[in-house]
Structure formats: structure tokens, C-alpha cells
């Protein structure tokens, strides 16, 4: 069960929240280029999924997320997610829902690439209040394949890895306030998959 809150911000705010003294040291910096996958249909759409293949570094990994729940930006939803072969798609190998593994097993054949994600995340682990949270910051961009239809991607997650889940808004409210001055993080219900398939049926 994966527990996140989505926040967005103004490019113009991004030096104020590099500045703030939580995020000064213990950053990783990595690249992320993600393919999310379909059927002609939109039928994961539908049902509220997203099927996606990332290449991280050089390892390759294989992610189902369920519907959830999603309101303020905070969502809830199941998440399974391990090392793939590119375009193997082996769900009877990663998800142990035998109902969903069989459902997602025979959409197989018809899923194709929709739309992709590229951006590169800053990723920190933060101790506060008793609790564990990764922050992730993303900055690139979702593109749909042979188009010319793009869109920036500049948000912040905060994953809860241990404690309350009070503890991500108290987290969010201390980012906030910088020694420079307040940035402006927005709760976003938005999901970079949302974005993605809103973007894919403009090309559509």
C-alpha cells in the first residue's frame, strides 16, 4: 500500500525549496524514463490502473497500481512493483492478486505504449516527528510517442514509509517555510499516469 501527498509548485519557487535546511544534504539524484501502457480501449484507464515499465539507472522495473484513493493530493492505493525484461509484461510473475493477475494477463496482448514520462528526481529521507518520509522532487516532462504534444512535470511527493499519515501535511507545512521566504505548495489529485492519458486523448 503505497501513502503519498502530491504538491505542486512554481518554477520560480524551486531555489527557495533547494535552499530549505531539511534538504540540504542526503540528496540522490537519479534519471527516470517511464512507459505507460494501454489497451486501445483505455481499459486500465477506466478501472482507474497504470501499467508502467521504468528504466532506472540500468535496471529495468515493472509497476501496477490499482485505483485508490486520492483527496487534497494525499492518495492510497496498492502498488506492486519488481525487475522486468523490456516489453515482457510478466504480471502472473509480480502481482499475488490472482484475480487482478489474471485479469492484467489477459489484456497483455492488446496493451501498447500510450504516453511516456522523462525527468530526473531529487530524493531525500527525512526523519521528522517520529516518522520516515521520502521526498522526491521530479522535474522533466510526459510526452506522447510520435507527436508533438508535451507537458513539463515540476511536483513534489512525499512518500510515508513509517508513522502517521498526519505526519506527510506536518511535513509539507515545514517545507513550506524557508529561511528565504514561503514556497507555495499546492496539493495536486493529478498523477503524472492522469496527465498522461489526458495528454494521449488530445492526440486522439
Known sequence: M?????LSLNAADLPLLLAHP??????HT?????????????TLQQA????????????WLL??????????????RQEWEGPTTPGALQFDQLVD???LSQTLMALRPRLQAMFCTDFERQRWVIAHGGTQIEVALDQGRIHVPGTDLSEPILELELELLSGPESALMALADVLRQTPQGPVMLVPSDASKAQRGQALWARAH
Not at 50 to 55: D, G, N, P, S
Open 97 to 99: 492478486d490472482a484475480a
Open 48 to 59: 482507474r490502473m497504470a501499467v508502467r515499465e521504468r528504466l532506472s539507472g540500468d535496471q
Open 63 to 76: 509497476t501496477i497500481k490499482t485505483a485508490g484513493q486520492s483527496t487534497g493530493g494525499l492518495s492510497r
Open 30 to 42: 537519479h534519471r527516470l524514463l517511464n512507459t505507460y501502457f494501454d489497451t486501445p480501449e483505455l
Open 22 to 27: 531539511l534538504l540540504a544534504t542526503g540528496v
Open 2 to 6: 503505497e501513502t503519498e501527498l502530491k
